[in-house]
T-cell receptor, first 113, second 112 residues
Framework: EAGVVQSPRYKIIEKKQPVAFWCNPI?????LYWYLQNLGQGPELLIR????????DSQLPKDRFSAERLKGVDSTLKIQPAELGDSAVYLC???????????FGPGTRLLVL | QKEVEQNSGPLSVPEGAIASLNCTYS??????FFWYRQYSGKSPELIMS????GDKEDGRFTAQLNKASQYVSLLIRDSQPSDSATYLC????????????FGKGTLLTVNP
């Protein structure tokens, strides 16, 4: 069974530039999560999808971050414009339903210069 | 703000010893608790879950839960160098808006 796929794995951009991350969850997993992880910290939830519906986006900075999950499968997380403080690892995870049994992708390491 | 607290470590144990990792949580209505392992530069992977007071054993791993004290622990018996990683404790939120809150993690180093 293929795991959660994320791309790109690494991204370096200058501040004020836009950036997008892509995630393909495990087949059949209805719930998809985007997390942000800073160095030395645990993952922090940005947004959770149940199929194509964003059911918890309370921690998503909506002035610059946006996300979508068209057709309830793949998802894209976008930052526009990026700030220096956005440098972090962006993790995508999925689960069959909302659950603590989450499977994480390899993450995208973002560096904003 | 619901919190999950862990000692960031590092915790250093010799090979073959028992490693004890601890975690406390602030949300009294949390129901489910999870331990994730994260190797350096990798993503978290689930290793244990526990829902009821007491102990739950899986191979060399034992999770312990005490809801009255809001305390969760993970014991790793016969520690191996391959167990060296950061261990993240996580708890689900109470109420209808399900959310998994992670602690900062404890770095474990097992010395050969």
């Amino acid at each position: 069974e293929a795991g959660v796929v994320q791309s790109p794995r690494y991204k370096i951009i200058e501040k004020k530039q836009p950036v997008a991350f892509w995630c393909n969850p495990i087949s059949g997993h209805n719930t998809l999560y985007w997390y942000l992880q800073n160095l030395g910290q645990g993952p922090e939830l940005l947004i959770r999808y149940e199929n194509e519906e964003a059911v918890d986006d309370s921690q998503l900075p909506k002035d610059r971050f946006s996300a979508e999950r068209l057709k309830g499968v793949d998802s894209t997380l976008k930052i526009q414009p990026a700030e220096l403080g956005d440098s972090a690892v962006y993790l995508c995870a999925s689960s069959l339903t909302m659950s603590g049994y989450q499977y994480f992708g390899p993450g995208t390491r973002l560096l904003v210069l | 703000q619901k919190e999950v607290e862990q000692n960031s470590g590092p915790l250093s144990v010799p090979e073959g010893a028992i490693a004890s990792l601890n975690c406390t949580y602030s949300d009294r209505v949390s129901q489910s608790f999870f331990w994730y392992r994260q190797y350096s530069g990798k993503s978290p992977e689930l290793i244990m879950s526990i829902y009821s007071n007491g102990d739950k054993e899986d191979g060399r791993f034992t999770a312990q839960l005490n809801k009255a004290s809001q305390y969760v622990s993970l014991l790793i018996r016969d520690s191996q160098p391959s167990d060296s990683a950061t261990y993240l404790c996580a708890a689900t939120s109470g109420g209808s808006n399900y959310k998994l809150t992670f602690g900062k993690g404890t770095l474990l180093t097992v010395n050969p």
